[in-house]
């Protein structure tokens, strides 16, 4: 084991509890040993005017799409957008997918994301290695409205969770059945009751990694909501081109589906742009907010504050850059930030943290600064002006993440 270490700075921002000015954090290998208030340890490494915060969390994002970016710009006609999208993923040559999963992130990391939640579409699922330099919950995309589609979209479902993987992976596997629009409710159904034994499984046995993390986009356009009630809109065109409208297959409302992953594990319901702030949602499941994809697409204010205040988990993703110019989680924190000043710094911190890694069922390991937990972390230069409020600070400042400390090894040094 190596020899224990401590590094000080300005401040040390844990998450988990407040914010320590000149604290101390050791760290023993790949973990954080302890961290105390000032004076308490002499410490062998002074950061200088910085906060250290845990490594950031992008709860959604679609690595496979990486290449995308600026090429199919969102518009308020979301349908046209997926079309955009599908015709790109069908004219990508056989390697790109992967060479984006990798390209992602590396942008990824280097802006201090050391936990990633990503979609895997069919061409990036084959070999599908991502670079070893944070986590990921690599969650399978399943697509099947009709009603044929459901089994073959089930046996790879089951043969993407059947790959080998240990408590020590860096990659663990999820099955994200992609929208209530483009998944049949037996499929959903299939999924949440794997969802439901795995979770069992694992907490009879204390085994985290055991769980099966699930992933779905829902209540992310008004046009979803009508088609789910109504059978109508603009989806009943797009999946009739793609020869996939099969309106027997859908649920009947998004609450339906909410119901139906209760006690399932880790699930992430994606965006849910125009769930009611009333809806119930059960404490295993979490919202994924996309705060710059959400507004390029122009859609009414997201009802954050209310899931919020009713202590609702909601974590922070950027989605994919089909959607948005990066995959920097702190630049999506501070456009919340700009666009929601009332939400507390504090607040937002936590969902681009420790809320992202509770959603991702893996907060044993990562999400704050916490003796016992994967010395994952980043340091971020501070501007020099007095500060009452650290959280505050960092996302007014503009400076960007100079270095990324993961399992206890830096892993960037941007100058
Ligand atoms: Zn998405």
Same mark, same amino acid.
């Given at each position: 084991?190596?020899?224990?270490?401590?590094?000080?700075?300005?401040?040390?921002?844990?998450?988990?509890?407040?914010?320590?000015?000149?604290?101390?954090?050791?760290?023993?290998?790949?973990?954080?040993?302890?961290?105390?208030?000032?004076?308490?340890?002499?410490?062998?490494?002074?950061?200088?005017?910085?906060?250290?915060?845990?490594?950031?969390?992008?709860?959604?994002?679609?690595?496979?799409?990486?290449?995308?970016?600026?090429?199919?710009?969102?518009?308020?006609?979301?349908?046209?957008?997926?079309?955009?999208?599908?015709?790109?993923?069908?004219?990508?040559?056989?390697?790109?997918?992967?060479?984006?999963?990798?390209?992602?992130?590396?942008?990824?990391?280097?802006?201090?994301?050391?936990?990633?939640?990503?979609?895997?579409?069919?061409?990036?699922?084959?070999?599908?290695?991502?670079?070893?330099?944070?986590?990921?919950?690599?969650?399978?995309?399943?697509?099947?409205?009709?009603?044929?589609?459901?089994?073959?979209?089930?046996?790879?479902?089951?043969?993407?969770?059947?790959?080998?993987?240990?408590?020590?992976?860096?990659?663990?596997?999820?099955?994200?059945?992609?929208?209530?629009?483009?998944?049949?409710?037996?499929?959903?159904?299939?999924?949440?009751?794997?969802?439901?034994?795995?979770?069992?499984?694992?907490?009879?046995?204390?085994?985290?990694? %055991?769980?099966?993390?699930?992933?779905?986009?829902?209540?992310?356009?008004?046009?979803? +909501? $009508?088609? =789910? /009630? @109504?059978? !109508?809109?603009?989806?009943?065109?797009?999946?009739?081109?793609?020869?996939?409208?099969?309106?027997?297959?859908?649920?009947?409302?998004?609450?339906?589906?909410?119901?139906?992953?209760?006690?399932?594990?880790?699930?992430?319901?994606?965006?849910?742009?125009?769930?009611?702030?009333?809806?119930?949602?059960?404490?295993?499941?979490?919202?994924?907010?996309?705060?710059?994809?959400?507004?390029?697409?122009?859609?009414?204010?997201?009802?954050?504050?209310?899931?919020?205040?009713?202590? %609702?988990?909601?974590?922070?993703?950027?989605?994919?850059?089909?959607?948005?110019?990066? +995959? $920097?989680? =702190? /630049? @999506?924190? !501070?456009?919340?930030?700009?666009?929601?000043?009332?939400?507390?710094?504090?607040?937002?911190?936590?969902?681009?943290?420790?809320?992202?890694?509770?959603?991702?069922?893996?907060?044993?390991?990562?999400?704050?600064?916490?003796?016992?937990?994967?010395?994952?972390?980043?340091?971020?230069?501070?501007?020099?002006?007095?500060?009452?409020?650290?959280?505050?600070?960092?996302?007014?400042?503009?400076?960007?993440?100079?270095?990324?400390?993961?399992?206890?090894?830096?892993?960037?040094?941007?100058?």
């Amino acid at each position: 084991m190596a020899q224990p270490w401590t590094l000080t700075a300005r401040w040390l921002i844990p998450v988990d509890g407040p914010p320590l000015p000149g604290g101390t954090l050791t760290i023993a290998g790949e973990r954080i040993a302890a961290i105390e208030p000032h004076g308490q340890r002499t410490p062998d490494l002074d950061l200088g005017s910085v906060a250290v915060l845990p490594g950031f969390v992008n709860a959604h994002t679609h690595l496979d799409l990486t290449g995308m970016r600026g090429r199919c710009p969102p518009t308020p006609n979301f349908t046209d957008w997926l079309r955009g999208v599908v015709r790109h993923r069908r004219a990508r040559v056989p390697d790109l997918p992967a060479w984006n999963v990798f390209d992602g992130v590396t942008q990824a990391v280097r802006t201090g994301t050391t936990l990633l939640g990503d979609i895997v579409g069919a061409e990036a699922a084959n070999g599908y290695r991502p670079p070893e330099c944070c986590r990921v919950v690599a969650f399978r995309e399943l697509l099947g409205l009709p009603f044929e589609r459901i089994q073959p979209a089930w046996e790879t479902g089951v043969r993407w969770v059947k790959l080998p993987t240990d408590a020590t992976s860096l990659v663990r596997r999820g099955l994200s059945p992609h929208a209530p629009y483009s998944v049949h409710q037996l499929l959903f159904r299939q999924v949440a009751s794997r969802a439901r034994q795995q979770c069992a499984g694992s907490r009879e046995v204390g085994r985290p990694h %055991l769980q099966l993390p699930v992933a779905i986009h829902l209540a992310e356009t008004r046009a979803e +909501l $009508d088609l =789910l /009630a @109504e059978h !109508r809109g603009p989806f009943v065109e797009f999946l009739t081109a793609l020869g996939a409208w099969n309106p027997d297959g859908l649920v009947s409302e998004p609450e339906q589906l909410i119901e139906m992953f209760a006690d399932a594990g880790p699930v992430l319901f994606v965006h849910g742009n125009y769930l009611d702030p009333a809806t119930a949602i059960p404490p295993n499941a979490s919202i994924v907010y996309c705060p710059r994809t959400h507004a390029a697409f122009g859609h009414a204010p997201h009802p954050l504050r209310e899931f919020l205040q009713r202590g %609702l988990r909601v974590a922070l993703g950027t989605d994919s850059l089909a959607s948005n110019p990066d +995959l $920097d989680m =702190l /630049a @999506e924190a !501070r456009f919340l930030h700009r666009h929601c000043p009332d939400v507390p710094a504090a607040d937002v911190l936590r969902m681009m943290t420790l809320s992202g890694a509770e959603a991702l069922g893996w907060e044993a390991e990562t999400g704050s600064l916490t003796p016992g937990k994967s010395a994952d972390l980043v340091v971020l230069p501070l501007p020099d002006v007095d500060v009452v409020d650290p959280c505050a600070l960092v996302l007014q400042s503009a400076k960007s993440v100079y270095m990324v400390l993961f399992r206890g090894g830096w892993t960037v040094c941007d100058p």
